[in-house]
């Protein structure tokens, strides 16, 4: 018997969770389908990244609050179930609203009548309501709520304390249960209705990728006309409130900004044009970056290294890294190409010292802090980012 259960606990949106309510006295038991994560995060060794989760996790294990499993069993002997199951993309960039109803009938055999089921993970509109209508046609009588998750991955932990937590729920019933129980691990909750805690969430992260998108967009502009875009964005942001926010360039990646961009896309028709927009500025960096060095060198007869292959920088999550992107169109123009990432162990990555040593030109693929001070040497370096000492910003 458990308080909570989270399906898909191992993950980078789970896992920070299930610490977070074990700490705050919940037993909770981290359900996953990865036999490995399920073993190594048991053996008290965190799976990924995030600040100051190495360390709660020894602590949750050792009080026995919080333990992982395989089992999908341990579902039906929770109070509270919680899901971080996401809505995916198809080939034709629609949302695929099947894992849902693959959820409820893959777990509908473990749950049982009187148990909240919150989902936490990021959802087309609609989705809160359609998993309650397939639970009721089930024959099950459970509470509904979306609480969805707010945070930055690799500040999971501390982020989930301190920022406000969304909480709607299908019934007045379910809702004030999702609030209790977030009031846990937060001061503030905010309640909504379920179709309008979906839409801030979304809205959230498209928000984000276009204010990327601008940003990508003005320095391509500058680039083109020979002007440093950060000597722009300076002179823009210092001591100016107004534009204080305003990001630099590079990639706009992860596994959430441009999914839930489309989302958005496909809730409002395929119109949402300047969502549309930021997608083809934001996707089309890494090709313009190759376009760009391939008119200042002769990349066909040149060694290349991307250093950097996260979405992000100080991470080690790989997934729909733009750095990826930037490889492919590099290994089309250049002789050789080599990546390295401190973080990622990849079969074919090489260490920044051998990346540095063999390439004629390097890439900053992404911003990690260890290439702040990091010694080229005279080597040329592409730095969309701006994140090196010497890094060329203009191509």
Same mark, same amino acid.
């Given at each position: 018997?458990?308080?909570?259960?989270?399906?898909?606990?191992?993950?980078?949106?789970?896992?920070?969770?299930?610490? !977070?309510?074990?700490?705050?006295?919940?037993?909770?038991? !981290?359900?996953?389908?990865?036999?490995?994560?399920?073993?190594?995060?048991?053996? *008290?060794?965190?799976?990924?990244?995030?600040?100051?989760?190495?360390?709660?996790?020894?602590?949750?294990?050792?009080?026995?609050?919080?333990?992982?499993?395989?089992?999908?069993?341990?579902?039906?002997?929770?109070?509270?179930?919680?899901?971080?199951?996401?809505?995916?993309?198809?080939?034709?960039?629609?949302?695929?609203?099947?894992?849902?109803?693959?959820?409820?009938?893959?777990?509908?055999?473990?749950?049982? $009548?009187?148990?909240?089921?919150?989902?936490?993970?990021?959802?087309?509109?609609?989705?809160?309501?359609?998993?309650?209508?397939?639970?009721?046609?089930?024959?099950?009588?459970? $509470?509904?709520?979306?609480?969805?998750?707010?945070?930055?991955?690799?500040?999971?932990?501390?982020?989930?304390?301190?920022?406000?937590?969304?909480?709607?729920?299908?019934?007045?019933?379910?809702?004030?249960?999702?609030?209790?129980? =977030?009031?846990?691990?937060?001061?503030?909750?905010?309640?909504?209705?379920?179709?309008?805690?979906?839409?801030?969430?979304?809205?959230?992260?498209?928000?984000?990728?276009?204010?990327?998108?601008?940003?990508?967009?003005?320095?391509?502009?500058?680039?083109?006309?020979?002007? $440093?875009?950060?000597?722009?964005?300076?002179?823009?942001?210092?001591?100016?409130?107004?534009?204080?926010?305003?990001?630099?360039?590079?990639?706009?990646?992860?596994?959430?900004? =441009?999914?839930?961009?489309?989302?958005?896309?496909?809730?409002?028709?395929?119109? =949402?044009?300047?969502?549309?927009?930021?997608?083809?500025?934001?996707?089309?960096?890494?090709?313009?970056?190759?376009?760009?060095?391939?008119?200042?060198?002769?990349?066909?007869?040149?060694?290349?290294?991307?250093?950097?292959? !996260?979405?992000?920088?100080?991470?080690?999550?790989?997934?729909?890294?733009?750095?990826?992107?930037?490889?492919? *169109?590099?290994?089309?123009?250049?002789?050789?190409?080599?990546?390295?990432?401190?973080?990622?162990?990849?079969?074919?990555?090489?260490?920044?010292?051998?990346?540095?040593?063999?390439?004629?030109?390097? =890439?900053?693929?992404?911003?990690?802090?260890?290439?702040?001070?990091?010694?080229?040497?005279?080597?040329?370096?592409?730095?969309?980012?701006?994140?090196?000492?010497?890094?060329?910003?203009?191509?």
């Amino acid at each position: 018997m458990s308080d909570i259960v989270i399906i898909g606990g191992c993950g980078h949106v789970g896992l920070p969770l299930g610490l !977070a309510f074990a700490d705050a006295g919940k037993n909770v038991i !981290a359900l996953d389908r990865d036999a490995k994560k399920v073993a190594e995060t048991n053996a *008290g060794r965190m799976p990924f990244l995030d600040k100051g989760a190495d360390e709660l996790l020894l602590k949750v294990l050792k009080n026995k609050t919080f333990s992982c499993s395989t089992d999908p069993d341990v579902v039906s002997g929770a109070d509270t179930v919680v899901t971080v199951i996401g809505t995916p993309l198809d080939e034709h960039l629609n949302p695929r609203l099947d894992v849902f109803r693959t959820l409820v009938g893959e777990f509908g055999t473990f749950l049982r $009548d009187g148990q909240l089921l919150v989902l936490r993970s990021t959802v087309y509109p609609g989705t809160t309501a359609l998993v309650a209508r397939h639970l009721k046609d089930a024959g099950l009588n459970i $509470d509904v709520a979306f609480c969805p998750e707010r945070v930055a991955e690799g500040v999971a932990l501390e982020e989930i304390h301190s920022l406000p937590q969304l909480v709607s729920g299908v019934t007045p019933k379910a809702q004030q249960r999702a609030d209790k129980l =977030f009031k846990l691990l937060t001061k503030q909750t905010i309640p909504l209705e379920p179709i309008a805690a979906e839409l801030a969430k979304l809205y959230s992260n498209a928000w984000r990728y276009i204010q990327f998108a601008a940003a990508n967009q003005f320095y391509q502009m500058a680039n083109d006309y020979g002007v $440093d875009f950060y000597a722009v964005h300076h002179a823009m942001t210092e001591n100016y409130p107004r534009t204080k926010s305003f990001p630099k360039a590079g990639f706009a990646a992860g596994p959430c900004l =441009f999914k839930d961009t489309m989302q958005l896309s496909a809730f409002n028709r395929n119109t =949402f044009f300047l969502g549309h927009a930021a997608m083809l500025v934001n996707e089309g960096l890494p090709s313009y970056v190759v376009r760009r060095a391939a008119k200042r060198w002769d990349l066909q007869n040149m060694t290349c290294a991307i250093l950097g292959m !996260a979405f992000k920088g100080d991470s080690d999550d790989p997934r729909d890294s733009l750095s990826y992107k930037l490889k492919k *169109g590099l290994e089309v123009e250049c002789k050789k190409v080599l990546c390295s990432d401190p973080f990622i162990n990849s079969p074919g990555f090489v260490t920044i010292e051998e990346a540095v040593k063999q390439a004629d030109l390097i =890439f900053i693929g992404t911003p990690h802090t260890a290439y702040k001070t990091y010694d080229f040497g005279k080597k040329p370096v592409v730095d969309i980012w701006h994140a090196t000492k010497e890094g060329i910003t203009v191509l």
